[in-house]
């Protein structure tokens, strides 16, 4: 079954210090691939996302993600987090052909000053 | 521009009755998907319309149906609710074009005792 797989369920930082969060998914073929924010009180926002070309993009707020084909992989990061950037963070794939969006368990971000 | 639009914000049910959720999509966009968010977990996709049909489902059972109106809003419904259906209920809006990316609503928090 298709699956994607977020290993940090939450995350604790100070601001400034340099955030990765893991994504791994399940898919033999081809797949888009997402990373949504859902800030404190506020709707799934689209942060980034990667359908083809580069595997480095990047998206808003100074994040990136890197998709690795080999370890079937997409991890966000960013080099210095904000305290703003306290939130819940959810990967996602879409398999090629398809439309829906499977979303991995979430990981908590908390930011402290 | 409008976003995409949920009502209502918050639902209380009891086991064995009947719920209708409400979604508009974002201006310009003709494809509405649902997604189920149980506390602690990513959203799960329950279906998509497009054209007042449905699309594609996810693994739901048929007490999950749904209707799209002429001017693309769409209705979920739940019938004989579950304890176990209670979570946020999330609709994303899409055009056909560009379906891979999608816009969430805020979603509506249902509650089944």
């Known amino acids: 079954a298709q699956s994607v797989s977020q290993h940090n369920h939450h995350v604790i930082l100070s601001e400034a210090a340099s955030l990765e969060l893991g994504c791994n998914y399940s898919?033999?073929?081809?797949?888009?691939l997402f990373w949504y924010v859902q800030y404190p009180g506020q709707h799934l926002q689209l942060l980034l996302k990667?359908?083809?070309?580069?595997?480095l993009v990047k998206g808003i707020k100074g994040f990136e993600a890197e998709f690795i084909k080999s370890k079937f992989s997409f991890n966000l990061r960013k080099p210095s987090v904000q305290w703003s950037d306290t939130a819940e963070y959810f990967c996602?794939?879409?398999?090629?052909?398809?439309?829906?969006?499977?979303f991995g368990t979430g990981t908590r971000l908390q930011v402290f000053p | 521009d409008a976003g995409v639009t949920q009502s209502p914000t918050h639902l209380i049910k009891t086991r064995g009755q009947q719920v209708t959720l409400r979604c508009s999509p974002k201006s310009g966009h003709d494809t509405v998907s649902w997604y189920q968010q149980a506390l602690g977990q990513g959203p799960q996709f329950i279906f998509q319309y497009y054209e007042e049909e449905e699309r594609q489902r996810g693994n739901f059972p048929d007490r999950f149906s749904g209707h799209q109106f002429p001017n693309y809003s769409s209705e979920l419904n739940v019938n004989a609710l579950l304890l176990g259906d209670s979570a946020l209920y999330l609709c994303a809006s899409s055009s056909r074009d560009r379906v891979e990316t999608q816009y969430f609503g805020p979603g509506t928090r249902l509650l089944v005792l």
């Open positions: 898919y033999g073929g081809t797949v888009n």
């Open positions: 990667y359908f083809s070309g580069d595997p």
């Open positions: 996602a794939v879409m398999p090629y052909n398809t439309d829906k969006l499977i």
